[in-house]
């Protein structure tokens, strides 16, 4: 066990720190937060939409409403991708320390130059195809969660692009008496050229290559399809979930280590649900952002609620019972920073089991729970993170009494994992007390 802590520690942590920190990686995920107003906003509207009664639907239809709630649905969350690339290269921009808006602007404008149109065909009476025309009007799938990798990658080129003008001084320089605003907008005309050449350039060879679906066709296949066969997978989840575990276990945030490989790939799987729900369909994905946030990491990473019960309700220990009462209410908000540095939990030898084992059944539990049909799936509603239980899995289900007694279920579970080892760390704290 010592050596196995020991490699925790000195090995895979420093790992995890670097890659958590690494600047292209944390663009990606401060990008996406950038653009998580407009996911948590366009599900208020869906949760409205989707109400579990038909008769307030229906009011909803008779009084005028239901259709200016779809449209703010689509004016929201279906235009994700879009916010995301002006986020992620924002971001990215800013770590270099290059004028962030202008190169968001950049990469907005490129990402739409990369976004398939609505196309027209026509045929002859034979039924052969003769031309095909782009239109100029783009479909919201072209903007929406199913865009992400394009977004990424578009936000993440163009920045650079930005950056390396920027710093290798190749701009136009205006004099020191022009104001700064002027100055910057002449900086960026030379690097926003060469962008809009490159990606004009990349869109031209595929079309030539005759690939449909541009860029996004592309890189769906190389990465999109791995990583959605990966993460839409009960042992894809159990595997992200165990590594989370672990890396939060050394301390280091598994979050940021992974949520920028999977994140974009439940996104768009709760997005390819609500469109399901909106349409009266059978919802596709049992594996999506809610499900992960709000059933598998319940109290927070390691899923924890049930250690913060613990504490709460039956520590004997002076310091745990002062922890309990400090921890035990941001705990139903999904906050455990607390239990995680102060209990300790991290690299705490006695807490590593049920650490890594309670989010591993959670996971189990709700995915079963789904498939088999005892609990809806989720219908697309993005909720915060820190939407306490119940209430997350009332309105994460789409208002089904079901998602607010699976969460119930899953808190005891954890309860029932953690006590034992809880008892024996609250007993050595006692002793160590009595002794002091």
Partial sequence: MNKFLFFLEHTLAPIGERVGNHRHLKAIREGFMMAMPLVLVGSVFLLLINWPQEGFKIFLTNVGLMDILTTMNQSTMAI?????CFGIAYRLSESYGTDAPSAGILALSSFILMAPRFTTQVFTESGEQ??????GAIPFGSLNANALFVAITVGLITAEIYRIFIQKGIIIKMPKNVPDAVSKSFSALLPALTAF????????GLQLAGIEGGLGAVLGLIVGTPLRMIAGTLPGMVLVVLVNSLFWFCGVNGGQVLNAFVDPVWLAFTEENQAAAIAGETLPHIITLPFKDLFVFIGGGGATVGLALCLFLFSKSRSYKTLGRLSFIPSLF????????????VLNPI???PFVLTPTVNAMITYFAMVTGLVPLTTGVVLPWTMPPIIGGFLATGGSWQGAVLQLVLIAVSFAIYYPFFKVADRNMLEKELRD
Avoid: D, H, R
């Avoid at 994700?80 to 995301?84: E, F, G, R, Y």
């Avoid at 003769?130 to 239109?135: A, D, I, K, R």
């Fill in 80 to 84: 994700i991708s879009l916010a995301a």
């Fill in 130 to 135: 003769v031309s095909q025309t782009f239109g």
């Fill in 197 to 204: 050449v490159f990606w004009a350039a990349v869109l031209k």
């Fill in 334 to 345: 999904n906050i455990n920073t607390a239990i995680l540095f102060s209990f300790p939990t």
């Fill in 351 to 353: 807490m590593m089991i």
